[in-house]
């Protein structure tokens, strides 16, 4: 369930362009307006703001933004009004870019959208870096990191709840010599986590569990700093339970030594209109404190007001 | 260019429908009638006359054909009117269900139709068939026919005509180097040709000739009966001149011994609608005779009559 909250009358897109553009004009910015509108309208409705605003003033919002604002706020108000499609193509293309720990987001994107939400995101890609997110993932990685995101990222899965219990028999078992083997980047188990529906290898993982004793992420860690299987571990729960890799994401980024803003940003503004409500769950249960204190005490200012307008704190 | 011929003026889908109906009942079945009719109809028109038939008589007009028509007059007639997503979603899924030479279909589909075509057989797919096209591949192949053909089939490749000149020199090389080393399953070769845009590989491969002074699959071709190796040529061809590709599986396809039918029905029915005229044009330089001539020496009765409609002889 999402967390974003939107009025229940919405004022027109011009009024929204207006008041934005008031917002910008004069003496310094008025930061409280931007988000008192901007993170309050879903994405068809800040979509339709851009094109208004782009209309009426020449300007496409994201620019009169990018001049306004700046740091964390700005960062953040940015991904958020991006549309989810040229969201994700935007933070994939960011990730190419990256160190190697940015490989996470490129799993992320690949692992908890919808097939057909992952569908536009790449056309997004296309449209707007005129390559392929595959080509500049491929060229981007190597090795065995290649070898599961290009397939993770490729994939067109199907989305049933149809599920094979024959098969899940047969591949939990593949995986499971596999892993014996220590061949975690063998062929087979890149195969079923990249090619199966994710009720598929739910089942899969479900009897691998029941036959042979130990939760696969269990037996994926002979090494905890091997950092291959760190991001198999992740994929796996990326698709299993997205709102428990989430809630971990938020809280590494919470606790970490100063904060990482790059990480609060990108679960809070892509989850706000998702599960964030379910993540909110996961993070109180885990860390025992409201995700919207953990944010207030680790965040300050106009970036906190917007994380915690989009988490659902506050009144739309 | 397609060779499809529609008329100029075209009955309604409820005229055809009507007509087709007719043309099933009493003492034998019409199949001269079928044929004027469905063989000079474009996709949109046949998917329509397609459902004002069931609505109408209560019945799917393919069940209806299936049961009036036998042999390779009725494959050809149901794979011709079966939409192109649903029918390269049939070919496909047959494909995984025979011997290892249908690899090269697999292949075809992924490399001959434009991203989005693609796209929505992986969509038709899922309907179908309750599964990812890609699960199934990946599932039915193996070693290096699967390592290049998942790829292959999952990329969303960028389909502008920008031409990076820089990167088309420094794949080359990579190319050349894998080459030189006998690496022909490397992983660099599988990520440049299955991730690239058609444009980009072209350039790549142009620049590979001018360079190392030999086309890339005349380097390809240490041993003739290496079965990778072929795929990999025939791939390297769809991805460049499909028009060759396709004439070369025409070309097998009747010289056989008996005919490949499969084939034969396969090229004529998937490429009437996109680029059969520059297919016959290849044909006919290739082999000194016009691909009518050919089929028409090599096929018979109402199976020669439909191919030789849907390659654009007789009268609309």
């Known amino acids: 369930m999402a967390t974003l909250k939107v009025p229940s009358s919405v004022p027109s897109p011009a009024e929204d362009a207006e008041q934005l553009h008031k917002a910008f004009l004069g003496w310094g910015t008025n930061e409280a307006l931007i988000i008192s509108i901007l993170a309050h309208r879903n994405g068809a409705q800040r979509a339709l703001i851009r094109k208004t605003y782009n209309e009426a003033f020449g300007e496409d919002l994201l ?59 790449k056309q997004a890609y296309h449209a707007r870096f005129k390559k392929s997110m595959e080509e500049d993932v491929a060229h981007h990685t190597s090795g065995d990191f290649r070898k599961l995101l290009v397939p993770l990222l490729s994939a067109f899965r199907y989305e049933g709840d149809e599920v094979n219990m024959r098969l899940a028999k047969s591949e939990a ?50 090494d905890s700093n091997d950092e291959f299987l760190k991001l198999l571990r992740a994929t796996i729960k990326c698709l ?16 970490k030594q100063g904060t990482d803003e790059w990480a609060l940003t990108r679960v809070v503004t892509t989850r706000a209109e998702v599960d964030m409500e379910r993540v909110k769950e996961e993070y109180h249960k885990r860390n025992s404190i409201p995700l919207e204190r953990a944010i207030a005490g680790d965040t300050s200012g106009d970036y906190e007001k917007m994380l915690l307008a989009l988490i659902g704190h506050g009144d739309a």
Chains 1, 2 share one sequence.
């Open 63 to 121: 620019t009169s933004l990018d001049k306004e604002l700046s740091s964390d706020f700005e960062r953040a108000i940015l991904v958020w009004t991006l549309e989810p499609a040229e969201r994700d193509a935007f933070l994939a293309n960011e990730s190419t870019k990256r160190l190697t720990s940015s490989n996470w987001v490129i799993m992320e994107i690949a692992c908890t959208r919808s097939s057909i939400d992952l569908f536009k995101a």
């Open 173 to 222: 078992k593949i995986l499971r010599d596999k892993i014996s083997d220590k061949a975690y980047n063998d062929d087979e188990i890149i195969r079923i986590l990249t090619t199966r529906s994710k009720a598929q290898i739910n089942a899969t993982l479900n009897h691998y569990n029941n036959e042979f004793g130990n939760a696969i992420n269990k037996d994926l860690k002979p």
């Open 240 to 255: 299993t339970s997205p709102e428990k890799y989430f809630e971990k994401v938020l809280r590494l980024a919470i606790n």
